[in-house]
Every structure is written in structure tokens, then in C-alpha cells.
């Protein structure tokens, strides 16, 4: 089955400063990659995601990047802000049941 | 995307209850859902999948039997822990899937086992 990694564990930021959160996968059949935020006590929230065909997308502050030969993505985080601060998952989907990664909590100093 | 609403967000019951946590999709005719579990600090576990109008599809190693599935709408799913144990404390959540395999979860529900 599908396996994710995902890199840092904790992410320690100032104010204003940029946040980059890796993920590799195994199966190269997967073609979905999501990126979901969660804030303490709450359920996940889909906050971007990349297709297989796509290199790279924006969504003002946040983007990802997708390298299908190294099988790897990112997702960075510009200007970050305080409210920045909380898990992200990434996850890696072929059949629409995604795996996720183990996260990591995103700590942003005002 | 899909407004996924969840409740309760929180139980706390007695060992050897029943608890029933209820997923429902506000906007859009959710013909699958997912129940997920997480522990403290840890990823999402998959239990298992719901589909309307037919029997669950549960993960390997998860007891249906325990877990009770119910999908009887396009807009409801629901979540039947039985005989709670302190065991089953937990974080659960529910998905739907939308257009695209884009997944919207719930608000979640935190269940204490006393």
C-alpha cells in the first residue's frame, strides 16, 4: 500500500517568515495530493491540493509543489502569521481514499 | 466544498454504554462517507467507509461489530460505539467525499470512556 513520510515533525517560525512542510510517497500511481490543516480540538480543513499533471499552484500565501519522478511535494507557507499556527497532513490518494501523513505542528511566533 | 456538520463535538459516557455519533452533509448528496479515529498527536486512522444504501466497508482490524455503521441517506451517517471501554477514548471524525476526491471533514467528536 501507499506510504507518506512527512518532514518536519515541528516547525518552530517567526512572524513573517516563510514555513515549508515536505511529503514523500511510494506508490507511483497516486495522483491526488491534498493538504489539510487542523486546529486543536477541530476536524481537518482542506486548505489546497496539486493533480499528478501539475507542477506546481498558488493560493496567495500557500502553495505546492509536486515532483512525480522523486515522488515528493511541498507545501510552503509565506508571511506567516500567527493564526498560521496548527497541524498540517499532507496525503496522497489514487483511489480516493487517501493516506496521510503524521503531521506536523506548525508554530508560528508573534 | 461540502459543509460537513458533526455532532456531539464531545461525550463523555460510562464503560459498557453505547454511543452514537451522528455526520451530516448540509450541501451535497454524499453517496460515500468516511469515519476516521485519531489519537493525541497522531495521524488519522481510517475505520472505515460508508456507503448510502449498503453496508459499511471496515479497514482491517477494526470490529464491526463494535463499531456500527449506519448510511441511511445521502445526507446522514452514523457512528455507533457499543459497549464503550476506556479503550475507545478517542478523537473521531467524519468525510465526505465531494467531486474530484475532495474530502471535507467534520468538526469531530471527542469520546471519553469512563
Known amino acids: 500500500g501507499e506510504n507518506v513520510e512527512q518532514h518536519p515533525s515541528t516547525l518552530s517560525v517567526q512572524e513573517g517568515d516563510s514555513a515549508v512542510i515536505k511529503c514523500t510517497y511510494s506508490d507511483s500511481a497516486s495522483n491526488y495530493f491534498p493538504w489539510y490543516k487542523q486546529e486543536l480540538g477541530k476536524g481537518p480543513q482542506l486548505i489546497i491540493d496539486?493533480?499528478?499533471?501539475?507542477g506546481e499552484k498558488k493560493d496567495q500565501r500557500i502553495a505546492v509543489t509536486l515532483n512525480k519522478t522523486a515522488k515528493h511535494f511541498s507545501l510552503h507557507i509565506t508571511e506567516t502569521q500567527p493564526e498560521d499556527s496548527a497541524v498540517y497532513f499532507c496525503?496522497?490518494?489514487?483511489?480516493?481514499?487517501?493516506?496521510f501523513g503524521r503531521g506536523t505542528s506548525l508554530i508560528v511566533h508573534p | 466544498g461540502a459543509v460537513v456538520s458533526q455532532h456531539p463535538s464531545w461525550v463523555i459516557c460510562k464503560s459498557g454504554t453505547s454511543v452514537k455519533i451522528e455526520c451530516r452533509s448540509l450541501?451535497?448528496?454524499?453517496?460515500?462517507m468516511f469515519w476516521y479515529r485519531q489519537f493525541p498527536k497522531q495521524s488519522l486512522m481510517l475505520m472505515a467507509t460508508?456507503?448510502?444504501?449498503?453496508?459499511?466497508?471496515?479497514e482491517q482490524g477494526v470490529e464491526k461489530d463494535k463499531f456500527l455503521i449506519n448510511h441511511a441517506s445521502l445526507t446522514l451517517s452514523t457512528l455507533t460505539v457499543t459497549s464503550a471501554h476506556p479503550e475507545d477514548s478517542s478523537f473521531y471524525i467524519c468525510?465526505?467525499?465531494?467531486?474530484?476526491?475532495?474530502?471535507?471533514f467534520g468538526s469531530g467528536t471527542q469520546l471519553s470512556v469512563l
Open positions: 460508508s456507503n448510502e444504501g449498503s453496508k459499511a466497508t471496515y
Open positions: 450541501d451535497f448528496q454524499a453517496t460515500t
Open positions: 496539486i493533480r499528478s499533471n501539475v
Open positions: 496525503a496522497a490518494s489514487r483511489s480516493y481514499i487517501p493516506t
Open positions: 468525510s465526505v467525499e465531494a467531486t474530484n476526491e475532495k474530502l471535507f
